[in-house]
Every structure is written in C-alpha cells, then in structure tokens.
C-alpha cells in the first residue's frame, strides 16, 4: 500500500512538470490575436465558495499523507533529498527565494481616449496580456513565480473582467505584478521573442499601457496557499516500480 501510494505522488510530480505550460494556456483565454475583456461577476462568488471547499479537502489529505508517511516500512527504498526538493519546488509546497525578474502590466490613462480609433477597452490590461507574460515566463526556464504575490502552480488559472482579476477566489487591481525565480537572462529573452508579449508592447507604444520589465537579484516566493484542485495517479497493481 504505501509502494502505491509513494509511487503515485512520484507520478504526479511528473505529470504536473509536463504539464505547466498545457494547464496554465489552456485554462485561459486562447485569443493570441486580440485584447478582449470577460464577465467575472458571475464567477466570483462560485470561485470563492470553491476555495473554501478545497482548502478543507487539501488539509485533510495533508493529515492523510503525514499519517501514510509515518507508516512507511523501513526497508521502502527513500527518494532523495534533491527529488523531494523538486517536487515541493513544482507543486508549490516550498518557498523558493533566487535571482528571476519582476514584469508590471498597468493600465493605459484615460487621456489615451483622445487618440483616434481607441476604445475604453483598449485601455485597461486583459487576461490575455497577463497569460503571454506568465507563459513566456515558464517557457524561460523560470522555477517558481508569483502573481499579485499568489504563488502561481500547475493548476492555478486566473480570470479577468476589465480592470478586476480573479485568482484562488481573491479579487486583484492592476498594476498587475509577475515575479519568477529563474535565469534573469533567458527569462527576459523568453519575453522578448513571445509574439503575445510582443502585441501588448505595440499597445504601450500606441496608448500608453504600462509595462516594465526588471532583472533582480533576490525574488522570494512563498509557498502555495491551500485551495489546490489536486488529482493523484495510481501505479497499476503488479507493478514494481523499484526495479
């Protein structure tokens, strides 16, 4: 039972590191072309509740895991210090502090109505603008990040309605602030040949949305809060995973 279970965390792991960049495109809004708001009101309130219900099941799986973990036979061959380090890193369960950069998206001002053929739309920072900048980000190399100081994991999405962002059943303000732990320079070359980057920084040269984009030397990231929508795998029976 407990080769079962260990192998089907270790599975997990594996799973979510193939699938960041899948999970975090595909539960937001697949536009790269356009800038378009959504409706989050409707969602909010359904958000909220689900957190809630979520963080009561991922702290009763946690007691359940402790207690499995503490009745391991001593001859199950132990993982290694550096893999239970890589999956805490990749799901969020450890805090990671490194070099990595800080990107700031930011609404356009009003007086950027008087320029011709521009819309109250136009100006304000859309899912699609914070999705481009968290994609290229993972596609860089980055190793943690946050967004609006969430801890952002393998199964974390985010909605936005005009200026308000949803994420784990919390309501955001722009400016809206991205910090990643990775290689600063193939983080910022990630962003530099991102096309969906590319056409939010045409729109800070036309209208004056604001974006910024900094290298630092120390990034700290707290670890993931509760609410996780977390599914485990299982190694078929009969299968020796040990040999």
Same mark, same amino acid.
């Given at each position: 039972?407990?080769?079962?279970?260990?192998?089907?965390?270790?599975?997990?792991?594996?799973?979510?590191?193939?699938?960041? &960049?899948?999970?975090?495109?595909? %539960?937001?809004?697949?536009?790269?072309?356009?800038?378009? !708001? +959504?409706? &989050?009101?409707?969602?909010?309130?359904?958000?909220?509740?689900?957190?809630?219900?979520?963080?009561?099941?991922?702290?009763?799986?946690?007691?359940?895991? %402790?207690?499995?973990?503490?009745?391991?036979? /001593?001859?199950? #061959?132990?993982?290694?210090?550096?893999?239970?380090?890589? +999956?805490?890193?990749?799901?969020?369960?450890?805090? =990671?502090?490194?070099?990595?950069?800080?990107?700031?998206?930011?609404?356009?001002?009003?007086?950027?109505?008087?320029?011709?053929?521009?819309?109250?739309?136009?100006? $304000?920072?859309?899912?699609?603008?914070?999705?481009? =900048?968290?994609?290229?980000?993972?596609?860089?190399? !980055?190793?943690?990040?946050?967004?609006?100081?969430?801890?952002?994991?393998?199964?974390?999405?985010?909605?936005?309605? /005009?200026?308000?962002?949803? &994420?784990?059943?919390?309501?955001?303000? #722009?400016?809206?602030?991205? +910090?990643?732990?990775?290689?600063?320079?193939?983080?910022?070359?990630?962003?530099?040949?991102?096309?969906?980057?590319?056409?939010?920084?045409?729109?800070?040269?036309?209208?004056?949305? /604001?974006?910024?984009?900094?290298?630092?030397?120390?990034?700290?990231?707290?670890?993931?809060?509760?609410? %996780?929508? $977390?599914?485990?795998?299982?190694?078929?029976?009969?299968?020796?995973?040990?040999?």
């Amino acid at each position: 039972m407990s080769q079962r279970i260990r192998s089907g965390i270790t599975v997990t792991v594996v799973l979510a590191l193939s699938g960041v &960049l899948f999970t975090v495109s595909a %539960q937001l809004n697949r536009d790269d072309q356009s800038r378009h !708001a +959504e409706d &989050l009101s409707a969602v909010v309130a359904e958000e909220a509740d689900r957190v809630d219900a979520l963080t009561e099941q991922v702290a009763a799986l946690d007691a359940e895991i %402790q207690e499995l973990s503490e009745n391991v036979p /001593g001859d199950v #061959p132990r993982r290694s210090a550096d893999l239970r380090s890589e +999956e805490g890193v990749v799901s969020g369960a450890w805090p =990671v502090e490194g070099p990595g950069m800080r990107v700031s998206l930011e609404d356009a001002p009003s007086s950027s109505l008087s320029i011709e053929n521009v819309t109250a739309d136009d100006l $304000v920072v859309h899912q699609q603008d914070v999705q481009h =900048v968290v994609n290229a980000l993972w596609a860089g190399g !980055a190793e943690a990040m946050t967004l609006q100081g969430e801890r952002v994991t393998p199964t974390s999405a985010f909605r936005c309605s /005009g200026n308000i962002m949803l &994420l784990h059943g919390k309501v955001f303000s #722009p400016p809206y602030v991205v +910090e990643a732990v990775g290689d600063p320079d193939q983080l910022q070359a990630a962003l530099d040949s991102s096309p969906g980057v590319a056409i939010y920084r045409d729109y800070v040269d036309w209208i004056d949305l /604001g974006y910024s984009a900094e290298q630092l030397d120390d990034i700290e990231v707290p670890a993931a809060s509760g609410g %996780q929508d $977390v599914q485990f795998a299982d190694v078929p029976e009969g299968t020796d995973v040990f040999s």
